[in-house]
């Protein structure tokens, strides 16, 4: 029998992929290092025994958006929660996206964005960053201006990169897109790492979406729990794109106990981020490019080696980091992800017997020579 076609448009197209190799350090997914509070837990296995599981869940998950809501001083119906961000942005695209509208993003990013768009049936437009990952804010504009993408989407902090965005570029973007009414989605699943959030620009008037995952900061990649806030009239089309039920009652009290426990959070961040500037201070002294990171993640690129031989130099020592090197525009780059003290302490190690210190000469053959 002849395999059924899958659409025209879908053929061209590859899945997300993510090799998960079982070693004893694994930086490669921008999870949380740590678990989370031993408290949460025990409330949770509470609530659970307490689970009515003949009967469907909450429907419009009230409480948990009410949690989210009050957690960033806004209305609950201006959240949608969903099963992980990618979710989110699925059905965000779903609503917003699809056959004869075009998605802008800017490369290199987030793989997903491109992704799901192009599932939907949408037309995707990659604008370039440039050399350093850094947004040409006018060319930005420009692209903007010239493709009025219904969905124009910015990560920040960026995800291959770290690379937070500047408030101006946020308020920009926005600007050209509500001029044509079309929406820009700020992909924060990183923010709490950073300096500054979009989340405060947020309101019924403005064509702005900002996402948000328990996946990394609060320790929960299991759960598969994301949310979106945004205007109201946003929020009631996504719901009737989204599927009835389609958050569980798991997921639900998962993610409002969690919402207790935001000091805790908080601290892992803290914790994540002084690891990660002492990693930045390390790579510098060795022969690397370090993209300056906002995240719980650092990009750099062995300047004389090439990306994937330090990445298995790196395997070999029991260390996983992400290979990019071969990724568009991401040439001979790797990314890690900040682990707990004791995990870097073992990737600096392997970094330091795969790659010589910066300045030591040119004992080992440049890249391409
Ligand atoms: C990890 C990640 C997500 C996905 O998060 P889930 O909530 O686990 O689906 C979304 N956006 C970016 C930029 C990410 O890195």
Known sequence: MNPVPVRDDLRSLSGYHSPQVDVPVRLNTNESPVEPPAAWRDALGAELSRVEWHRYPDRGAIALRTGLAELHGVDPAQVFAANGSNEVLQTLLLAYAGPGRTVVTFEPTYQLHAHIAR????????????????????????????????????????????????????RALLDAAREYAGLLVVDEAYA???????????????????????????????????????????????????????????????????????????????????????????????????????????????????????????????????????????????RVTVGTPSENDAFLSAMRSA??????GSHRQAVGS
């Open 355 to 360: 790659v010589p210190a910066r300045g030591s």
């Open 119 to 170: 599932v939907t049936g949408a037309r995707v437009v990659e604008v370039e960053r440039d050399a350093s990952f850094g947004l040409d804010l006018d060319a930005a504009v420009a692209a903007v201006e010239r493709e009025r993408p219904t969905v124009t989407f910015l990560c920040s902090p960026n995800n291959p990169t770290g690379i937070a965005e500047p408030a101006e570029h946020v």
């Open 192 to 334: 709490q790492f950073a300096p500054w959030s979009a989340l405060g620009l947020v309101d019924d008037e403005q064509p702005l979406v900002v996402t948000r995952t328990f996946s990394k900061t609060w320790s929960m990649a299991a759960a598969r729990l994301g949310y979106l806030v945004g205007p109201r009239w946003l929020v009631e089309a996504l719901e009737a794109v989204a599927l009835p039920y389609h958050l569980d009652a798991v997921k639900q009290i998962a993610g409002r106990l969690a919402l207790r426990h935001l000091d805790e959070m908080e601290e892992r961040v803290s914790a994540v981020v002084a690891e990660r500037e002492r990693l930045s201070a390390v790579l510098q002294q060795l022969d690397v490019d370090v993209v300056p990171s906002a995240a719980n993640f650092g990009l750099f690129r062995p300047r004389q080696l090439d990306g994937r031989s330090v990445w298995e130099a790196l395997l070999a020592d029991g260390v996983l980091v992400r290979d990019c090197s071969s990724w568009p525009r991401l040439d001979g780059c790797l």
